[in-house]
T-cell receptor
Framework: NAGVTQTPKFQVLKTGQSMTLQCAQD?????MSWYRQDPGMGLRLIHY???????DQGEVPNGYNVSRSTTEDFPLRLLSAAPSQTSVYFC??????????????FGPGTRLTVL | GENVEQHPSTLSVQEGDSAVIKCTYS??????FPWYKQELGKRPQLIID?????GEKKDQRIAVTLNKTAKHFSLHITETQPEDSAVYFC???????????????FGTGTQLKVEL
């Protein structure tokens, strides 16, 4: 198993540009999520999905869109990049139901800089 | 929504000593409490977790305790080693309950430094 994979590892954007961060998992997890990590602020939830075709907002969703057309993939789109979106982005996945192991597995992260 | 507070933000111990990190949560419906370790430049990795139907869980040098009444849980690391140096995050969720999936709310992290 590859686990949770993310691409790219690094990205530099100019203000106003758009891009998509890719995330995929091969563990057949129902739940997938995107977090951003900023110094001193822990990991903050951007968007999450409990299954294909179902997405919802997390704590800091503004400026980001997601879709979940398959169980495996959960891309994150930055609509018009702003310097405030400079951060490290982590994708994570897990089983949803209480009778399964709820461990969330994280991808390696994408370090994004917006100039 | 859920709010998780974590203390201390930095912790320095001598090798072989114990380290304790504490977290409080606000949502009484939270029932799953994982702890993650993150080394510099790496992804967070689960080190131990506990569910609300258990008061304590141990795994070798690591233990977690949960007090549902007071809504706080703690990570205990005994016989600390230099390789324990990292940032530790606590989190809480209504894991598995209808509608929320496994939505985690994280604390702000504790930088643990184990000195020789």
């Amino acid at each position: 198993n590859a686990g949770v994979t993310q691409t790219p590892k690094f990205q530099v954007l100019k203000t106003g540009q758009s891009m998509t961060l890719q995330c995929a998992q091969d563990m057949n997890h129902e739940y997938m999520s995107w977090y951003r990590q900023d110094p001193g602020m822990g990991l903050r939830l951007i968007h999450y999905s409990v299954g294909a075709g179902i997405t919802d907002q997390g704590e800091v969703p503004n400026g980001y869109n997601v879709s979940r057309s398959t169980t495996e993939d959960f891309p994150l789109r930055l609509l018009s990049a702003a310097p405030s979106q400079t951060s490290v982005y982590f994708c994570a996945s897990s089983y949803s139901s209480w009778d399964r192991d709820n461990e969330q597995f994280f991808g390696p992260g994408t370090r994004l800089t917006v100039l | 929504g859920e709010n998780v507070e974590q203390h201390p933000s930095t912790l320095s111990v001598q090798e072989g000593d114990s380290a304790v990190i504490k977290c409080t949560y606000s949502d009484s419906a939270s029932n799953y409490f994982p702890w993650y370790k993150q080394e510099l430049g790496k992804r967070p990795q689960l080190i131990i977790d506990i569910r609300s139907n258990v008061g304590e869980k141990k795994d070798q040098r690591i233990a977690v305790t949960l007090n549902k009444t007071a809504k706080h849980f703690s990570l205990h690391i005994t016989e600390t080693q230099p390789e324990d140096s990292a940032v530790y995050f606590c989190a809480a969720s209504r894991g598995g309950l209808t509608g929320g999936g496994n939505k985690l709310t994280f604390g702000t992290g504790t930088q643990l430094k184990v000195e020789l």
